[in-house]
């Protein structure tokens, strides 16, 4: 039996996600390793990039809306589309995360950020936002249970993080504004682990109707 045109265009919308999805994490690594290695042409690069994924996602959006307004759908297919939706919005937020680490760079050095590990740590919160993404692909509610489970992780490592800083900050001869700006990296990485948890509680939504909260316990 064939595909309903319905089915067809969510599932074309849906494969616009996933891509769109791997820009987004794509910069938000190239953006941390920019940071560490003080590369002027690589923060260019991110911020074009970053261009071209904000008319994607506005593009996606308004496929969606469109979607919403000429198919009408019902049941399953509205809770696809509004997913979709939803999704965009987490990955723009995301790839917003990306500009204020590279405008970090004249505030931190290579050592500070290799001090803290910060481009490992990112590259964690980078897979919870592809498995995440892959259990919306594959509907696996079990696989995006697990990315929120991940969460608890970062936010650990975000938590040692800050009290590590907190002591440095006591210290007479230290650089606050490098210290401030650490602690915002690791910020950034945070928010992105909860845009993937989030997501994951956009999918298990989508599987199974229950309603995920996701309670943000972060430092400002």
Known sequence: MSERPTHVLIKELSQVLVQLSE?????????????????????????????????????LEERCLAFLATQQPVASDLRSIVTIIKINDDLEHISDLALRIIDRIPEISPEMVESFEFENIGIYAGEMVKKSIEAFATKDSTLARGVIGMDETIDAIHQKVHKRITTL????????????????????????????????SEVIFLVTGDIMLHTECSYE
């Open 23 to 59: 820009r987004v994490v794509t910069n938000f690594l190239g953006a941390l390793h920019t940071i560490k290695h003080q590369d002027a042409q690589g923060a260019y690069q991110i911020r074009m990039v970053e261009n071209e994924i904000d008319l994607a996602e506005v593009t």
């Open 169 to 200: 900050l006591k210290c007479p001869d230290s650089d606050v504004d490098q210290l401030i700006a650490a602690l915002s990296i690791s910020r950034y990485i945070e928010r992105m682990a909860d845009h993937a948890a989030r997501i994951s």
